[in-house]
């Protein structure tokens, strides 16, 4: 499950917030809000998209560099809340 949510939230982040960008460039331990990519809205919008697509509730303090800002901390935060 895991290596198929982190394949789908790299595309979503490829899709909505790095349009045209090479994707090799973004990997599963890129650094997405402490590299710049995600700003407080798109972290915002990311929120939106796990919760809808993964049927899961991310609480405010979740929403943080510590639970987002990798693809694999995103997949891992997914995970723990579907278990």
């Given at each position: 499950?895991t290596e198929?949510?982190?394949?789908?939230?790299?595309?979503?982040?490829?899709?909505?917030?790095?349009?045209g960008?090479n994707p090799?460039?973004l990997?599963?331990?890129t650094?997405?809000i402490?590299?710049?990519i995600?700003d407080?809205?798109?972290?915002?919008?990311?929120?939106t998209?796990?919760e809808?697509?993964?049927?899961?509730q991310?609480?405010?303090?979740?929403a943080?560099?510590?639970?987002?800002?990798?693809?694999?901390?995103?997949?891992?935060?997914?995970?723990?809340k579907?278990?």
């Amino acid at each position: 499950m895991t290596e198929a949510t982190k394949a789908t939230v790299k595309d979503y982040i490829l899709r909505e917030f790095l349009p045209g960008e090479n994707p090799a460039a973004l990997t599963d331990s890129t650094p997405l809000i402490s590299g710049g990519i995600l700003d407080s809205l798109s972290t915002l919008k990311l929120v939106t998209f796990l919760e809808e697509k993964f049927g899961v509730q991310i609480e405010a303090h979740e929403a943080d560099v510590e639970h987002l800002d990798t693809i694999t901390n995103i997949a891992a935060l997914v995970h723990a809340k579907k278990a």
